[in-house]
């Protein structure tokens, strides 16, 4: 971060809007690439207030789409340099257990996008891992490549490296205006600042942004309960920091799914979460309601036993969700020049090194490593009339 006492820079190669783990993952990309890069951050970091923090995400190689599946070798390959580069350990290799309804076909595609065999009922789950209880007639489908990333570890480690390389970090600058034009004009409540190409990763707050630009995107921020339960008896629920992660595909009772991590924040204590949360204004998250916990209890009481029924620590976080929860990556379809990242919907942490390269190549004009049909803005009707 500048000093203070130092003269304030106002011209870039590029700016990026938003701190969180994909906008500093695309500035450091950028900064490797020798573009002098400007990375703005509402609030004073490290803070707790968008999608980014905490202490664990689950990283996986099985996605129903393929068109992330493709995208997680070069994920884990590249979660594994900055690894190296820092010397930080940010990954733990646990496995994740999906589960589901046997012909779901959500995790049949994971499946086959695994290349797993390897179909395992009620009994041979509970002999792998005791702590979980599988009601019978579903099935389960082992992700061995899957695990723990340490969240708030990694975002310190990737804003290190874009520092590292010369990229400059303000935090505690709220962003009041964009002017677009060839050189776009990015104001904020501590400068003004020009550069000839904008990237726009604000997370909940990006919707606001491109409103000013003519742009009205369908991203709704929700907020997460994010819950841990604790063992009745430390150590005898076999969930314990060598347990593997879960992801729920189609149960009836959790039609937007429900997963879980092993007891590595809080010792004792096991991660699981509902993958779906209440709509709220991200200024506002802390006085949304907590209506999913009765539907998490009766999970835990009949799927993993030996947790207590209510939750001994409570969290928030945000997640914007698109209405087909893909992610939005694309250029204004006004202003070239500026590119947008949005609506990661919960799923976006482990595909941030991938998605910082893709908003980086959009940025410098160049073809992008991966089909982007998927993530244009031209997906949802509606939004283009509003930016001509």
Request: with cysteine; aromatic share 8%.
């Amino acid at each position: 971060m500048t000093a203070p006492s130092q003269p304030q820079k106002s011209a870039y190669d590029v700016i990026v809007i938003g701190a969180g783990i994909q906008g500093s993952f695309t500035a450091s990309h950028l900064a490797q690439r020798h573009q002098d890069t400007l990375l703005l951050e509402q609030f004073l970091v490290p803070h707790s207030r968008g999608s980014s923090h905490g202490q664990s995400r689950i990283i996986r190689s099985a996605y129903p789409q393929e068109y992330y599946s493709r995208m997680m070798p070069e994920c884990f390959r590249l979660w594994q340099q900055l690894e190296a580069e820092t010397g930080t350990t940010l990954y733990r290799q646990t496995g994740l257990v999906l589960l589901g309804p046997p012909g779901e076909p959500e995790l049949e595609a994971c499946r086959r996008n695994l290349a797993v065999e390897e179909v395992l009922d009620a009994a041979a789950l509970s002999r792998r891992f005791p702590g979980f209880q599988m009601q019978a007639g579903q099935v389960a489908v082992l992700d061995s490549t899957a695990g723990v990333l340490f969240a708030d570890r990694a975002l310190r480690a990737v804003q290190e490296v874009f520092r590292r390389h010369g990229g400059t970090l303000r935090d505690g600058e709220k962003v009041l205006s964009i002017q677009p034009g060839a050189t776009v004009t990015v104001t904020t409540t501590a400068g003004v600042y020009k550069a000839p190409r904008l990237i726009i990763t604000a997370g909940a707050w990006t919707g606001a942004f491109v409103e000013q630009l003519g742009l009205r995107l369908p991203l709704q921020p929700l907020r997460i309960n994010v819950c841990y339960w604790r063992e009745k008896q430390p150590g005898s629920a076999g969930l314990g920091s060598v347990s593997p992660c879960f992801l729920t595909l189609g149960l009836s009772q959790a039609p937007h799914g429900i997963y879980g991590l092993p007891s590595i924040e809080y010792p004792g204590m096991m991660k699981v979460c509902h993958h779906h949360g209440s709509p709220t204004d991200p200024d506002k998250r802390d006085q949304a309601p907590h209506s999913d916990i009765a539907l998490l209890s009766s999970f835990i009481s009949s799927y993993l036993p030996g947790l207590e029924s209510q939750p001994a620590v409570m969290e928030a976080c945000l997640y914007t969700n698109t209405p087909d929860e893909d992610f939005i990556l694309d250029r204004h379809p006004k202003f070239s020049n500026i590119i947008i990242g949005a609506g990661f919907s919960g799923h976006g942490f482990k595909l941030a090194p991938v998605v910082g390269k893709l908003l980086c190549e959009l940025s410098l004009g160049e073809e992008p490593s991966y089909n982007m049909a998927h993530f244009a803005i031209t997906r949802f009707p509606g939004v283009l009339g509003a930016a001509q």
